[in-house]
């Protein structure tokens, strides 16, 4: 993590150059967005796991298998599936 002093221009490093708008914000708020920012993905993949989940769960039983490969890919499932298994 960065500090407050140096978030800014860590934030304009992240979104591709400088921006006037960052210095209209204060360094605790570009600290904000910045961790905002690099946390978005982990926070969306949490979000569309879900989603595809829900949907999974939907399907016939004889499906789901083939279709979380096709979602997720060979090495993902079943990761997911002997995870699921050891916290049961």
């Known amino acids: 993590m960065t500090t407050a002093a140096g978030s800014r221009a860590e934030l304009e490093r992240e979104l591709g150059g400088p921006l006037p708008a960052l210095y209209l914000l204060p360094e ?21 796991d879900a989603a ?20 997720y890919g060979w090495k993902r499932t079943f990761q997911r599936r002997f995870s699921r298994k050891a916290r049961r």
Do not use: N, Y
């Not at 595809?52 to 979602?71: E, F, H, K, Q, Y």
């Open 52 to 71: 595809i989940d829900a949907r999974l769960a939907t399907l016939p039983r004889g499906t789901r298998a083939a279709a979380s490969v096709l979602a």
């Open 28 to 48: 605790a708020q570009c600290a904000e967005l910045l961790e905002l920012l690099l946390a978005a993905p982990t926070r969306e993949r949490v979000v569309m």
